[in-house]
Each structure stands twice: as C-alpha cells, then as structure tokens.
T-cell receptor
Framework: NAGVTQTPKFQVLKTGQSMTLQCAQD?????MSWYRQDPGMGLRLIHY???????DQGEVPNGYNVSRSTTEDFPLRLLSAAPSQTSVYFC?????????????FGQGTRLTVV | AQSVTQLGSHVSVSEGALVLLRCNYS??????LFWYVQYPNQGLQLLLK??????LVKGINGFEAEFKKSETSFHLTKPSAHMSDAAEYFC?????????????FGRGTSLIVHP
C-alpha cells in the first residue's frame, strides 16, 4: 500500500522556471492538500481540494496553481519559480470517518530555487 | 478561524525525564486536535488524535495528550524520554464543521534528548 507518493524528492530550479510537483494517493481519500515547511514556520497550507474538480486557496497560495481532475492526483504547479519558494513541500490526503479525521503525508519534495 | 500555538520552539530533556510539549488552540467550534511527529528528512506521522471521545488520548510510542476545554489546551506528554524520541513535533487543529478536515499546524517544537 503506497499511501501518498510525491515526486520528485529533490529539485533545483533556476529563477523564472516553472515546474510541477506530483502527488498521488491510493487510499481513495476525498481531501488533499499541499503545505510548505520552512524553518520556524511549521507547515503552511498552500492549496487544498475537497474532491475532484474542487480546489481552494490556503494561507500562502501566491505563485502556485493546483487542479484536481481525479481523486488520486493533486499536482502543484510553480508558475515562475522565485528564491522565496525554496522550501520543503508536503502533500497530504485526508479522510473523515465516524472516529474523526486523519491526514496522511507524503515524504516531501525539497525544492531549491537559485 | 482555527489556529494552534506551540509554546517553545525547542524543548531539551534528559533521557528518562518527563516530556511535556505544550499546545493551545483557538477554534470557534469543538475541534479535532492532532499531534504529529517528524523525524529528520521524513514526512509527518500521526502520534495521536482527539475527536471528541475520551479527553485523555493515548498514542504511539508511549505518548499521550489531554484535551482541556477550559484551558483550550492539548499538551503532549511522555513519562520517560528515549533518545529515539528526538524529533520535531507538530500540533494541529481541524474544524469538524468546516467540511474540509484540512488541518492547520502550529510552528513545531523540536525535542532534544540528552544522554
């Protein structure tokens, strides 16, 4: 059972380049989200989705786009990379049951923008 | 709006000592609360969660947390620290009425365990 899979694990970009961080989950969860982790800042929500075709902005959405065409995939696009986007990015999928909600995280993508 | 505050960016304890990591939350409705642990260069792993059942929640690796509504707190404790507990710990909250169940995280507390 793979859970949440993020690719790539590491990436170096030049300022102005674009790229897509991939996220896939095989647990049939409705909810998916992207966070960035920076030292001393914890995890900050970039974008999230409550189902295929439905996305919304989180706390720090500027410079990022998302789409959710299938339940399984939730890619994060950097439109024009900036050094301020150097960070570790985590994708998560969440579900709700009678016992409450829980989020499962991928292993992260470490992005450096030079 | 929901938020969590973790008091202390670093906590240092000796092996065998009590671990106490503090978390206070803000939520307009009774929340779901979580503690996650992150080991170096890894993703986040759920330690425990509170979802309005028992107020004392037991998790993995000997950790537990108590939900105190009057204090809006959800502090994480472990009676005796092990070297393997050294990691980053995150408290998180989600609003069960919001429909998204997307957690909001605190800034994290780094637990340092001395021999």
């Amino acid at each position: 059972n793979a859970g949440v899979t993020q690719t790539p694990k590491f990436q170096v970009l030049k300022t102005g380049q674009s790229m897509t961080l991939q996220c896939a989950q095989d647990m049939n969860h409705e909810y998916m989200s992207w966070y960035r982790q920076d030292p001393g800042m914890g995890l900050r929500l970039i974008h999230y989705s409550v189902g295929a075709g439905i996305t919304d902005q989180g706390e720090v959405p500027n410079g990022y786009n998302v789409s959710r065409s299938t339940t399984e995939d939730f890619p994060l696009r950097l439109l024009s990379a900036a050094p301020s986007q150097t960070s570790v990015y985590f994708c998560a999928s969440s579900f709700y049951s009678g016992q409450g909600a829980q989020a499962f995280f991928g292993q992260g993508t470490r992005l450096t923008v030079v | 709006a929901q938020s969590v505050t973790q008091l202390g960016s670093h906590v240092s304890v000796s092996e065998g000592a009590l671990v106490l990591l503090r978390c206070n939350y803000s939520s307009s409705v009774p929340p779901y609360l979580f503690w996650y642990v992150q080991y170096p260069n890894q993703g986040l792993q759920l330690l425990l969660k509170y979802t309005s059942a028992a107020t004392l929640v037991k998790g993995i690796n000997g950790f537990e947390a108590e939900f105190k509504k009057s204090e809006t707190s959800f502090h994480l404790t472990k009676p005796s620290a092990h070297m393997s507990d050294a990691a980053e710990y995150f408290c998180a909250v989600s609003d069960p009425t919001g429909g998204s169940y997307i957690p909001t995280f605190g800034r994290g507390t780094s637990l340092i365990v001395h021999p």
